[in-house]
C-alpha cells in the first residue's frame, strides 16, 4: 500500500514529506487510516536520535487513532468502518509467559515498537503513527469505545496507559493518596485517571504558580517541593508518587512524603539519575520501582474506563506540517497538555 508520512532522515533535520509503503496484509492483519497521531515526548528523542540509536528516515508516532480500511481474511475483531487505536507496540512473541498473561510490553523477546522496532517476519524498520497508513495485527489495535472523542482519545495510547498502568499495579482507588511529580503530557494525564479512581490527588510542583492548572485538572492539592515546611507537613503523606518527570532529577526530595511500603514509581526518565540516599528507603521501608506502557488488555480496560467516566485528555489540535514547530515547543514545555496532529491535513498526493 502506498502511503505518505513525515519523516527525518537525519538527526539534525526537520521532518519532511515521505512517500513509503506499508506491507501487504497478512491474514490476520488489519490496515487504518490514521486519523490523529498524538505527539509523544519520545518521539522528539527518536526523531533527533537522543538514544543513539535511531534508524532514519525515522516516522514518529505512536498514538494513533484511524478507521479501518481492509482486514486480512484472518481477521475476527474487526471490521471496515470501525474506529480503532494502536499505542506503543505492534506486535510480540505471544508465547512467553509475559504475554500470556497479557503483558505483551513486558515481552521476554522483547515487544516490537510501532516505530523503531523491525518486523518479525521480514525485519523491516517499523513506522510510526505521522503518516496517512497503517498496517497492523489486529491483536495489537484497541476498540474506541461508542461515546470516546477520536481526536482527544489519541494521547491515551502512551501518556494514558503509562500512567493508567502502574495506578492499577499498585491498587489505587477510593482512600489511596496518589502524588503526581511533573504536569506534562504523563502528568496531567496521572491526575485526571488517580482523580477519577477515586484517589485523593496531590500534584507536586516547584512552582506554587500550577495550583490553579493542577485543581482543573482535579486534583486535590498542590504541594510546593520549595517549600520547606509544606514538604515536612506532607512527609508520610502519601502511598504513591507517579514521577512523570523525563528528565534527569533529584527523588531525594520525594522519598521522605511516602507512608510506610509507599512506592515512587517511574515512568518518565529512563536514564540517569543523581545519587538517591537510601535513607528514607530503609528506614521508612519505601520503594523506588519502574514502570513501562501497559498490556494490550489493560489498554482497553483504560480506554473503556475513559470512556465511562468521560477522561480525556488536554489537547492542542495541529496540522502535519505544523509538526516541527510543535516539536520546538514541546521542548519549552509550552503546550497543555498534548498536541495532537489531525491527519486530514495530510493529503496522499502531496
Ligand atoms: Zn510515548
Ligand atoms: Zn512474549
Redesign the pocket.
Known sequence: MKTIGFACTAANEPLAPFHFERRALRPNDIALEILYCGV????LHWARNDWGWTVFPAIPG??IVGRVVDAGPAVTRYKIGDHVAVG?MVDSCQHCDQCRKGEEQLCREGNTGTYGGFDRFTRDHTLGGYSKHLVVREEFALRIPAGLDLARAAPLL??GI?TYSPLRTWNVGPGSRVGVVGLGGLGHMAVKLAAGLGAHVTVISRSPGKAEDALALGADALLVSTDADAMAKAANSLDLIIDTVPVKHDLNPYMPLLDVDGTLVIVGQIGLLPEPTTVPLVLGRRRIAGSPIGGIRETQEMLDFCAKKNILPDVEMIAMDQINAAFERLEQSDVRYRFVIDMASLAVGA
Open positions: 509523544c515526548h519520545s518521539d505512536h498514538e506503543c502512551c501518556a503509562t
